[in-house]
């Protein structure tokens, strides 16, 4: 791409549009009416760039770390992409860091940094035992749905499903009494995913004292397990925003996410003793390759590991 450019052509923003994507149009402008790019080249460029505009949720781009890059590229993997899809990914990065430089909106183009195979695929936050324990105490009383945050963050951490997974499930695909819940993930693709004792009194307590409540606020019947204060299903963004909150208050890193909980379910599963192929079932996983990088996350099992089995440890 050119190093100089005759004008500015980026929109003005809009309240009602992201600033990051009122960039990402600019760009797109930019690489087909002055880079003269090629037609299938631009429309990558704008494909690969919404998926980042959607993994902002809002954010501006401009303000992020290092740490924040690597996460995209992370959460690319989660996606199910493949490798030379994640790198392709990280050039229209770069591309449109360097785009937003010549713009003056952005002194340092940290996406240049990305060039690692090795940071791609860099070691998931996961929460210690006891942050998790913390973390479930969290909700208390004085809280408008407490019984509702509490189920929530319980399945987050006993099924390893996603927010959005868990956004989504509905009553149908509960079996409380017989210790399990039917998850449908990408694709379409449903599994089933064990449910722990807790998790199942945690959800139960809900269903019995706080749903009901909730479902009749409702304009009709709604399905969903877990509904938002108007009767509606919550949704992904507001699972965030709760346990945000929650994590402030139980002292957990600023950086959870609902995310850190699938990270922390697989890594403890591992450490406990699972077998790699059970753990990438539950967490619906398409390769193997994917969640291997569990294997590297726990040290204590690493050194048990190494104190059983070296001649001289």
């Not at 713009?103 to 210690?128: F, H, I, M, T, Y």
């Not at 619906?284 to 204590?300: E, K, L, N």
Request: proline fraction near 5%; charge should be positive.
């Amino acid at each position: 791409m050119p190093a100089s450019r005759r004008k500015p052509t980026h929109p003005k923003p809009t309240r009602a549009r992201p600033l990051a994507e009122t960039w990402v149009d600019g760009f797109v402008d930019y690489a087909a009416g002055e880079c003269h790019l090629a037609e299938n080249t631009v429309a990558a460029y704008r494909r690969d760039l919404r998926r980042f505009v959607a993994w902002l949720q809002g954010r501006n781009p401009t303000k992020l770390s290092i740490r924040d890059l690597a996460d995209f590229t992370g959460w690319l993997h989660e996606q199910g992409l493949a490798p030379a899809s994640v790198a392709r990914h990280i050039v229209s990065l770069r591309v449109f860091f360097r785009y937003l430089q010549l713009e003056g909106v952005l002194k340092d183009n940290l996406a240049e940094l990305l060039g690692s195979q090795k940071l791609w695929q860099r070691v998931p936050q996961v929460l210690s035992p006891e942050q998790v324990d913390r973390l479930f105490a969290a909700p208390n009383r004085y809280d408008a749905c407490w019984r509702r945050d509490r189920a929530m963050l319980e399945l987050l951490y006993a099924t390893g499903c996603r927010a959005s997974e868990i956004s989504g499930l509905a009553m149908r695909d509960m079996r409380l009494s017989e210790g399990f819940c039917r998850c449908r993930g990408k694709g379409s693709k449903e599994r089933l995913v064990p449910l722990g004792r807790r998790a199942a009194d945690a959800v139960h307590e809900y269903l019995e004292h706080e749903r009901p409540r909730l479902a009749a606020r409702a304009a009709g019947p709604v399905d969903w397990v877990l509904l938002s204060a108007r009767g509606r299903r919550l949704r992904r963004e507001r699972i965030w925003e709760l346990l945000k909150r929650y994590a402030r208050r139980a002292g957990a890193p600023a950086e959870v996410s609902p995310h850190t909980l699938r990270h922390s379910f697989a890594t403890h599963m591992l450490a406990g003793g699972a077998d790699l192929r059970q753990v990438q079932e539950m967490l619906g996983h398409a390769s193997i390759a994917t969640t291997q990088i569990y294997t590297h996350v726990d040290h204590s099992r690493l050194k048990r590991v190494h104190r059983k089995f070296h001649p001289r440890a």
